[in-house]
């Protein structure tokens, strides 16, 4: 494929935190076991292909995307209305049942499956886009829809999701809203719970509570939606939302550049920031190691850099707006080329070019999983300090395993993937990255989980993120939603096994 060329510190010290939170108050001994009783009355009201109980099938439900977190549950239910889920939930709570909620299933630190035998609750049939307000721009839909789907329907109207995501043709809309999903496009919309207007939510106890809304202020009490938006299914299950959305910009382009060192990755975010402005779609970054990755194991993949050097730098630029970009891109161009900020930059002219290069930076992580395990972090920080945390990283682990790092420019999130080389040598991996990782980041005010939540992988870090006094407030907000527990057991909070 051709393209348009446009031109040519010390290791920080492992020691523990001393304020963390007290275990949470759930163990293993208080939930119910399934009986024939319990899946005789799920049968009453739910249809054969809404019970899952065959054991090769459960697998994929058990299971997460990166194969890491692997559950017991030898059940799974598939309702396709919310009374059919508030029926589930209501007997669930009544006879401690632990209850885990499960979207696409394409989370990255074990929040969507069991971590014992809890009953899994997939949202998968409940994927009814109910209507699009043209007047409002205004999209209800039900909590399994995936998000390309949703963009799919949009894009017939000339609209767009404020959310682009990786994993878009798999995740559901329910579990980005109930991890406030971040994704590439941040930089362009801000924060996706800016836009959930309204949700419907089945509680623990089965009651449905109508938090439904398509008007864009109002400003009365509490907004209690926003509970629920990042909550993980601790507190609930989100069955519906309201979401406002955008027409799509009529001109999108890539830029793809190659950067001598990292100090001109920080000049070209403040430049292109600056400089852009509302036209700014998405500014993202990735080191050598990354790009090294994607041309060994993502087939057909754009080398637009053959000449890849390890000690190299690449920034991805989207530009996008309402009229023709040509006079804006040009600007750029120039004053990068002034300023000798970037060694080689490249320019979509075409779709088929604008997805190929964006393809570069979203399939990083598909390609890291052909190393074998990976542990990944989603994090965020300063963004004068992602080469340095990911230079001390790759250094501490050495040959052990394969370091890359990669994420958003525009707000600060960086994703660093270790892949392990040899899987007999995990554990010891994984205790030289954790809490190493969590505790460095709380010493330069930055957050363990940016966009893919806490779930299992970090709720014994969440004090590295979060006051010990926020952490008891959370807790005690999960006992008003949830005295017994059995919301998604041992994930996000604190816990005691």
Known sequence: MLFQRAFKKPFFKNTLLSNYSKPYFFSTSQFKQLTSDDINYFSSFLAPNEIIQDSFELQ??????????????KLALKPNSTEKISKILKYCSEQNIAVVPQGGNTGLVGGSTPVNDEVILSLKNLNKIIGFDEISGVLTCEAGCVLETLNQYLAEKSYEMPLDLGAKGSCA?????????????????????????????????????????KIL???????????????EGILGVIT?????????????QVLFMQCENFENVLEINKLVRGKLGRNLGAIEYQDAY??????????????????????KYYVLIEVCGTEALDDIVENLYTELSERKLVEDCIASESDAQFTSLWKIREEVAVAANHIGLVFKYDISLPV????????????????LGYTMGYGHLGDGNMHINVGCYDLAKKKQVESILEPFVFEWLSHVNGSISAEHG???????????????QAIEYMKSLKKVFDPKGIMNPYKVLPYSS
């Open 60 to 73: 994929a439900y058990n299971s997460d995307w990166l194969k890491k977190y692997i559950g017991n549950s």
């Open 173 to 213: 809309i329910g579990g980005n809203i109930a991890t406030n999903a971040g994704g590439t496009h941040f930089v362009k919309f801000g924060p996706f719970k800016s836009y959930i207007l309204g949700l419907e939510v089945v509680l623990p106890n089965g009651e449905i509570l109508e938090l439904e809304s």
């Open 217 to 231: 202020k109002d400003n009365t009490g509490l907004d209690l939606k926003q509970v629920f938006i990042g909550s």
């Open 240 to 252: 519906k939302a309201n979401i406002r959305v955008f027409p799509v910009d009529k001109y999108k």
């Open 290 to 311: 990354a790009y090294a990755t994607i041309q060994k194991y993502i087939q057909n993949a754009a080398n637009p850099f053959p000449n890849n050097d390890m000690g």
């Open 384 to 399: 004068e300090k992602f080469e340095e945390l990911c230079l001390i990283v790759r250094n501490k682990i050495g040959c």
């Open 454 to 468: 806490v779930g299992r992988q970090k709720a014994k870090y969440l004090h590295f993120s979060k006051d010990v």
